[in-house]
């Protein structure tokens, strides 16, 4: 019998929201590469270069089996010169050179730790370098004035490094469940981010709260956050504004009379299983909380279930290819001057005529 001996071609279309990217990762040798280079791109501002890398990582992600030469790859979209040079670099020698040099680097590895804070941005990073900043220690010595976000960043730096485990979003979810029913019964709430894709881990929790009638979720966010203030478990928040109002402003335009609360950013104190002497009896963690009407519950779901690449593509395939405007609160036909409505994410797939993809696909 004769023996195949071809080597697979993959081929993949170009948006990943057209594509099922499970976490099972064939390629995370170069995935994670190209993630640490449009990493060090989205760090040194050059946006356009970190989607592009991203977008290389994302088509990679989702090959069925690990890829073994660049000849391979040649029917892919997304895969630019350079991030082919990369892929090659680590397939015949084992590593990259730009990959290693970046790792290494004293500028990445500063702007790393800097932008590891809660609250701090590339920017602030960006001067405090220019202004002689290395480190942590330094910066809290050099007595520059912190915004409270950066504080508690600050504070917490340790326990907001260290990834948020399954047993530890259930937890939360637990606490923010007794939260919303005690201020609200009927209210629902919806684990949403990477948990929701099936993630094992992640850097914070995030929730998505409504209530089955239209309008009962005004003013629900402060009640929440009070209710979670006075039990002692928040460590930070800081609530800010839904930014949109359908129909006042058009698809993508902020309104400025909006008075519904929409998202709160906060720091939980979570008390954890004490099973001995020297462990600490809690840990701060991430916790994002948004409300949404149930009018918008299906888009707000979509938009904050992620992955970000997903989600960029998935806005860009409703521009480009379909002439709609997508955003976490509705879905706009430009042509038909309209709003499409919908219940359900598989509507919303539907009216942008792309296959049903469910969360635990979505990780590209
Ligand atoms: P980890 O938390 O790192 O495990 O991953 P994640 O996918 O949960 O990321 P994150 O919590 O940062 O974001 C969750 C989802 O919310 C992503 O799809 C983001 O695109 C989305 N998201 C984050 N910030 C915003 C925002 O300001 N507005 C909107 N509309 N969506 C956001
Ligand atoms: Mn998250
Ligand atoms: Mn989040």
Request: aromatic share 8%; net charge neutral.
């Amino acid at each position: 019998q004769l023996q195949v001996l071809e080597v697979v071609v993959f081929s993949a279309p170009s948006y990943a929201c057209q594509r099922r990217t499970t976490l099972d990762n064939h390629n995370a040798i170069l995935t994670d590469a190209l993630s640490l280079l449009a990493e060090n791109a989205e760090l040194s501002g050059e946006d356009g270069r970190g989607v592009a890398f991203r977008r290389a990582a994302g088509v990679l992600k989702g090959l069925p089996e690990p890829v073994t030469a660049v000849t391979q790859l040649v029917g892919l979209p997304c895969l630019g010169g350079h991030s082919l040079r990369v892929v090659k670099d680590i397939l015949e020698n084992g590593a990259s050179c730009e990959v290693e040099d970046t790792k290494q680097s004293e500028r990445f590895k500063v702007l790393k730790v800097l932008t590891g804070i809660f609250g701090v941005g590339v920017k602030t990073a960006e001067r405090w370098i220019q202004e002689g900043i290395r480190g942590l220690q330094q910066l809290q010595d050099s007595g520059r004035t912190l915004n409270r976000a950066q504080q508690a960043g600050l504070q917490h730096y340790e326990d907001l490094n260290q990834h948020v485990t399954r047993s530890e979003a259930d937890a939360v979810a637990a606490v923010v469940e007794e939260a919303v029913a005690s201020v609200l019964p009927g209210a629902r709430m919806t684990l949403i981010g990477g948990f929701r894709r099936g993630k094992l881990t992640g850097h914070d929790v995030d929730f998505l709260i409504t209530h089955p009638e239209e309008g009962r979720e005004v003013g629900l966010m402060p009640k929440v956050v009070s209710w979670l203030e006075s039990q002692g478990f928040l460590l930070y928040q800081k609530t800010t504004k839904n930014s949109y109002l359908e129909g006042e402003d058009g698809p993508a335009r902020p309104s400025s009379n909006m008075d519904r609360f929409e998202r709160c950013f906060s720091i939980f104190k979570l008390t954890e299983e004490v099973n001995g002497e020297g462990l600490k009896p809690w840990r701060a963690v991430r916790v994002d909380l948004v409300v949404s009407p149930i009018s918008q519950f299906a888009f707000a779901l979509l938009g904050w279930t992620g992955s970000k690449l997903f989600e960029r593509e998935l806005r860009r395939w409703a521009g480009h290819k379909k002439a709609m405007s997508l955003s976490s609160h509705a879905l706009y036909d430009n042509t038909q001057r309209r709003y499409l409505r919908a219940s359900s994410e598989e509507e919303i797939f539907a009216h942008l005529g792309l296959e049903y993809i469910p969360p635990s696909e979505r990780n590209a």
